[in-house]
């Protein structure tokens, strides 16, 4: 009877029993569900893009470029009659290359002014030009914007670091030579490199995007002139990055114009220029291509800027201490005209 | 309540002692007929005993035949029903308020601090270019900022950590930002120490860490940010999706409770079986409370999306223009043509000019889609005057850009960075910045308010559903076991 009457009950709430079970598990599992989310990585790039720096363009089949200039004159044409009547003179220049074009972040004046030996000049050509060597705007263009400045007459001049070459020389007119330089190594002063040649091997070389440098680098290394082993990879915007990136340990050496590696030399002083210049480069004063009146004018203030002595003063104060008081470039380069 | 009895048999008028579970055994109650089946009713007490065994097998044979056993049958489904209601309403409303409190409580305030470690990673490179503008000698308004930004940046770098799960992307993101913000940081230094020099390497140098925070770090601290908003958007599609299979087996429990109760009263003629009343009415109040509860709760969630969630972006991204558009701004000045890009075949723009332009369109457009989204005066107001701040801004940057163009370089400096009195597009930043803080204060708000109220909406019902199933479940237990017990 026992063993029945509890069966009996067991069938009237096992069943219960069993769903009150089956409840506190489920309840148990609903708040002990573990939370899973879907994570998913979307990624959208905010890229800068490079930048072409396409103004050292290689110098074709033409002899001595840098001897092609007009000679001097002080005849005044539309050019300068044009300059006078605006009573400013319009100079494209650098403000990035220390010595050369830029401005000291220090400068305690209320105007800040542009510093450098291509201001130098210019101012001289505005005083010679104007009788006022503050009749002058700059206009600072990046280093490929020289020639379309030029052409377009966004500015008079362009005085910035700029290489006579023959291509260039299709675009616009170039002054008479102000400036000798030529491509050379910049590298630590610890480091084994001694110049351009093969201690150049295994070793890591910057040089700016599309420049002269990089030209001719490759054409050293394919060549064969320049161990194979010579990494010229890495190339940037500007030729004043290369020394972030040796700074940074990037690279071992940079290549550039031996005026602009001087002027980063400047800026750093446990690097050093290394070896002697290995191409010859001239730097000159730009115009518009039919502006032969300004032309003749400017190789007339040229050379009176070497006579008188303005020159040296300059090189004096912005360049000796990098480039050496008795190197090549310390003289002004000796002009022939066309 | 009167209405003619349809079924043959009567069971035995008074109620006995039901409480006591104890069968009173009285005779064997006549047995329905409508069944049909051969009976084969083994009532105790039958004299002729046989094997436990086989006594076994004809009693759970009777079950599915007599009425007691069907009683108990039915007693067992709707307990069953009843519990398995219960149980899943508890589950599903647990899982929905949980997704909700992660909503309110973790993705969205992670989502909020990923993108603050994107605008402060902005603001801090905005600021490093402002104070390189100044001269070698940064004010000490940029310097603070920067450090701000690089605090705030640190800061929340470590919360997105401590949140992100191992292995995950967003852990990896947060590594490589961690790798990332000491290196910028360095590269800032030797920036200022160039320019305190007087070096133009300083400008390099800035440059490069501009590079490295817009190349680097702002599109990885966007995928951050991005992977976030994700996590929150999975929340909310975790807490917003009615809970069908708890309503549906809710309908299912009470159409079996209402089933049962007519089966007891077209064979009892009694109207009401209490168990099974109280059952329905358990299993009622869960299936309103149910539908209320998460059809509030889902409003709520919902506007909080729509006007908390949906604005805070908008705004955010609004932000990151503006500071980017600024930094960019900064920069034209810093790097004065030092970089250009080829914007069409032969003609070269200077690359942050072109920069700033790109991100004052992203500025335009987040504000009026955030514009559109303001739902209030309150929220409205702050992003119009920020359309205004905008407006003036582009204005005094014309001429900012007019006058470097001319070749005053100067002028153009003050008209960025210069005194309240040379009217600087400085100011105008600083006012859009301003107001869209306002603005994102304020969804901030608005999203903490409708988001909490759908979460509280969603209180005590998954503990609620599961005590009241259990009592509805009891219910219906009983109100059969009491019709059962007439029975014995």
Redesign the interface.
């Given at each position: 009877m026992h063993a029945?009457?509890l069966?009996?009950?067991l069938?009237?709430?096992g069943?219960?029993g069993a769903?009150?079970v089956?409840?506190a598990l489920?309840?148990a599992?609903?708040?002990l569900?573990p939370?899973t989310?879907?994570?998913?990585?979307?990624?959208?790039?905010?890229?800068?893009?490079?930048?072409?720096?396409g103004s050292h363009a290689k110098a074709e089949e033409c002899k001595d470029p840098e001897d092609q200039s007009l000679s001097p004159s002080t005849a005044e044409g539309a050019s300068i009659a044009t300059i006078k009547k605006r009573g400013y003179v319009?100079v494209g220049v650098d403000?990035?290359?220390?010595r050369w074009g830029?401005?000291?972040?220090?400068?305690t004046a209320k105007?800040?002014e542009?510093e450098g030996f291509d201001i130098d000049l210019a101012r001289r050509i505005a005083e010679d030009l104007l009788g006022d060597a503050d009749k002058i705007?700059?206009?600072?263009?990046?280093t490929?914007?020289r020639i379309?400045a030029v052409q377009s007459g966004q500015v008079d001049m362009v005085v910035r670091t700029m290489t006579i070459n023959c291509d260039r020389l299709e675009q616009v007119a170039f002054s008479a030579p102000y400036f000798l330089t030529g491509q050379q190594v910049l590298a630590p002063t610890s480091s084994t490199i001694e110049g351009y040649d093969e201690t150049l091997a295994d070793q890591k070389i910057c040089s700016a995007k599309g420049s002269t440098a990089y030209d001719k680098l490759d054409a050293d290394r394919k060549a064969g002139r320049l161990p194979a082993s010579t990494d010229i990879s890495i190339t940037v915007?500007?030729q004043?990055?290369c020394?972030?990136r040796l700074?940074l340990g990037q690279v071992d050496a940079v290549v550039t114009d031996g005026a602009l590696a001087a002027s980063?030399a400047a800026?750093?002083p446990t690097v050093e220029l290394k070896g002697d210049r290995f191409t010859t480069e001239y730097y000159g004063v730009a115009m518009k291509k039919d502006a032969d009146d300004l032309v003749r004018r400017v190789n007339r203030i040229l050379e009176d800027y070497r006579e008188d002595g303005g020159w040296k003063r300059s090189y004096g104060t912005w360049l000796s201490a990098t480039l050496g008081s008795d190197s090549e470039s310390a003289t002004p380069p000796r002009p022939t005209y066309a | 309540m009167t209405q003619p009895p349809k079924s043959s048999t009567a069971p035995p008028g008074p109620d006995p002692a039901s409480g006591s579970g104890l069968p009173t055994m009285p005779g064997i109650p006549p047995q329905p007929t409508s069944t049909g089946s051969p009976a084969s009713p083994a009532p105790a007490g039958e004299p002729p005993r046989r094997t436990a065994f086989a006594e076994g097998v004809d009693r759970v044979r009777a079950a599915a035949t007599t009425e007691p056993g069907r009683l108990r049958i039915i007693g067992a489904v709707l307990a069953l029903l009843v519990v398995s209601f219960g149980a899943v309403t508890a589950w599903q409303a647990t899982d929905r308020a949980s997704a909700a409190d992660d909503v309110l409580h973790k993705s969205q305030p992670l989502s909020s601090a990923a993108a603050d470690i994107y605008r402060s990673l902005a603001d801090a490179n905005t600021a490093a270019s402002s104070g390189f503008l100044a001269g070698g000698q940064e004010t000490k308004t940029s310097r603070d900022r920067y450090e701000r930004g690089i605090r705030t940046a640190a800061a929340k770098l470590v919360t997105a950590a401590n949140n992100s799960d191992p292995g995950s992307p967003s852990a990896a993101t947060i590594a490589e930002l961690n790798r990332l913000l000491p290196q910028y940081k360095g590269l800032i230094e030797r920036a200022r120490a160039n320019n305190r020099q007087g070096y133009p390497l300083g400008g390099a140098y800035l440059r490069y860490a501009n590079d490295t925070m817009q190349n680097e770090m702002l599109p990885a601290a966007e995928d951050l940010y991005k992977s976030e908003n994700e996590r929150l958007r999975g929340d909310y599609a975790d807490a917003t999706p009615y809970p069908w299979a708890a309503i549906a087996l809710g309908i299912v429990a009470l159409a079996a409770l209402a089933w049962a109760q007519h089966r007891n009263y077209r064979r009892t003629n009694r109207v009401l079986n209490h168990g099974l009343v109280a059952a329905g009415a358990a299993t009622t109040v869960v299936l309103l409370w149910l539908v209320v509860g998460h059809s509030v709760a889902r409003a709520g969630l919902g506007d909080s999306y729509d006007h908390g969630v949906r604005s805070l972006n908008v705004l955010h991204d609004a932000r990151i223009a503006s500071l980017k558009a600024r930094g960019n701004e900064n920069l034209t000045l810093v790097s004065r043509g030092a970089e250009t890009v080829e914007v069409k075949p032969g003609e070269f723009q200077d690359k942050f000019d072109v920069a700033y332009k790109e991100s004052m369109q992203d500025l335009a457009d987040g504000l009026t889609a955030a514009q559109s989204l303001a739902d209030d005066g309150a929220g409205e107001q702050p992003v119009r005057s920020a359309v205004g701040n905008m407006d003036e801004w582009q204005d005094r940057h014309q001429q900012a850009r007019a006058a470097d163009d001319a070749g005053d370089y100067q002028a153009a400096l003050n008209k960025v960075i210069g005194a309240k009195s040379d009217k600087p597009t400085g100011e105008c930043f600083d006012n859009v910045d301003k107001n869209l803080d306002t603005a994102l204060r304020h969804e901030q708000r608005e999203f903490q308010q409708a988001a909490g109220d759908g979460l509280d909406a969603m209180t005590g019902l998954s503990a609620g559903a599961a005590a009241l199933a259990v009592l509805g479940a009891a219910g219906a237990v009983l109100g059969i076991g009491r019709r059962l017990s007439e029975y014995r």
């Amino acid at each position: 009877m026992h063993a029945r009457r509890l069966r009996a009950s067991l069938k009237g709430w096992g069943g219960v029993g069993a769903m009150a079970v089956v409840c506190a598990l489920a309840v148990a599992f609903a708040l002990l569900l573990p939370h899973t989310r879907p994570t998913d990585d979307g990624s959208t790039g905010v890229g800068g893009q490079g930048v072409a720096d396409g103004s050292h363009a290689k110098a074709e089949e033409c002899k001595d470029p840098e001897d092609q200039s007009l000679s001097p004159s002080t005849a005044e044409g539309a050019s300068i009659a044009t300059i006078k009547k605006r009573g400013y003179v319009s100079v494209g220049v650098d403000q990035n290359s220390y010595r050369w074009g830029y401005r000291n972040p220090n400068s305690t004046a209320k105007d800040v002014e542009l510093e450098g030996f291509d201001i130098d000049l210019a101012r001289r050509i505005a005083e010679d030009l104007l009788g006022d060597a503050d009749k002058i705007r700059f206009k600072a263009i990046p280093t490929n914007q020289r020639i379309p400045a030029v052409q377009s007459g966004q500015v008079d001049m362009v005085v910035r670091t700029m290489t006579i070459n023959c291509d260039r020389l299709e675009q616009v007119a170039f002054s008479a030579p102000y400036f000798l330089t030529g491509q050379q190594v910049l590298a630590p002063t610890s480091s084994t490199i001694e110049g351009y040649d093969e201690t150049l091997a295994d070793q890591k070389i910057c040089s700016a995007k599309g420049s002269t440098a990089y030209d001719k680098l490759d054409a050293d290394r394919k060549a064969g002139r320049l161990p194979a082993s010579t990494d010229i990879s890495i190339t940037v915007p500007n030729q004043l990055d290369c020394l972030v990136r040796l700074q940074l340990g990037q690279v071992d050496a940079v290549v550039t114009d031996g005026a602009l590696a001087a002027s980063q030399a400047a800026q750093d002083p446990t690097v050093e220029l290394k070896g002697d210049r290995f191409t010859t480069e001239y730097y000159g004063v730009a115009m518009k291509k039919d502006a032969d009146d300004l032309v003749r004018r400017v190789n007339r203030i040229l050379e009176d800027y070497r006579e008188d002595g303005g020159w040296k003063r300059s090189y004096g104060t912005w360049l000796s201490a990098t480039l050496g008081s008795d190197s090549e470039s310390a003289t002004p380069p000796r002009p022939t005209y066309a | 309540m009167t209405q003619p009895p349809k079924s043959s048999t009567a069971p035995p008028g008074p109620d006995p002692a039901s409480g006591s579970g104890l069968p009173t055994m009285p005779g064997i109650p006549p047995q329905p007929t409508s069944t049909g089946s051969p009976a084969s009713p083994a009532p105790a007490g039958e004299p002729p005993r046989r094997t436990a065994f086989a006594e076994g097998v004809d009693r759970v044979r009777a079950a599915a035949t007599t009425e007691p056993g069907r009683l108990r049958i039915i007693g067992a489904v709707l307990a069953l029903l009843v519990v398995s209601f219960g149980a899943v309403t508890a589950w599903q409303a647990t899982d929905r308020a949980s997704a909700a409190d992660d909503v309110l409580h973790k993705s969205q305030p992670l989502s909020s601090a990923a993108a603050d470690i994107y605008r402060s990673l902005a603001d801090a490179n905005t600021a490093a270019s402002s104070g390189f503008l100044a001269g070698g000698q940064e004010t000490k308004t940029s310097r603070d900022r920067y450090e701000r930004g690089i605090r705030t940046a640190a800061a929340k770098l470590v919360t997105a950590a401590n949140n992100s799960d191992p292995g995950s992307p967003s852990a990896a993101t947060i590594a490589e930002l961690n790798r990332l913000l000491p290196q910028y940081k360095g590269l800032i230094e030797r920036a200022r120490a160039n320019n305190r020099q007087g070096y133009p390497l300083g400008g390099a140098y800035l440059r490069y860490a501009n590079d490295t925070m817009q190349n680097e770090m702002l599109p990885a601290a966007e995928d951050l940010y991005k992977s976030e908003n994700e996590r929150l958007r999975g929340d909310y599609a975790d807490a917003t999706p009615y809970p069908w299979a708890a309503i549906a087996l809710g309908i299912v429990a009470l159409a079996a409770l209402a089933w049962a109760q007519h089966r007891n009263y077209r064979r009892t003629n009694r109207v009401l079986n209490h168990g099974l009343v109280a059952a329905g009415a358990a299993t009622t109040v869960v299936l309103l409370w149910l539908v209320v509860g998460h059809s509030v709760a889902r409003a709520g969630l919902g506007d909080s999306y729509d006007h908390g969630v949906r604005s805070l972006n908008v705004l955010h991204d609004a932000r990151i223009a503006s500071l980017k558009a600024r930094g960019n701004e900064n920069l034209t000045l810093v790097s004065r043509g030092a970089e250009t890009v080829e914007v069409k075949p032969g003609e070269f723009q200077d690359k942050f000019d072109v920069a700033y332009k790109e991100s004052m369109q992203d500025l335009a457009d987040g504000l009026t889609a955030a514009q559109s989204l303001a739902d209030d005066g309150a929220g409205e107001q702050p992003v119009r005057s920020a359309v205004g701040n905008m407006d003036e801004w582009q204005d005094r940057h014309q001429q900012a850009r007019a006058a470097d163009d001319a070749g005053d370089y100067q002028a153009a400096l003050n008209k960025v960075i210069g005194a309240k009195s040379d009217k600087p597009t400085g100011e105008c930043f600083d006012n859009v910045d301003k107001n869209l803080d306002t603005a994102l204060r304020h969804e901030q708000r608005e999203f903490q308010q409708a988001a909490g109220d759908g979460l509280d909406a969603m209180t005590g019902l998954s503990a609620g559903a599961a005590a009241l199933a259990v009592l509805g479940a009891a219910g219906a237990v009983l109100g059969i076991g009491r019709r059962l017990s007439e029975y014995r």
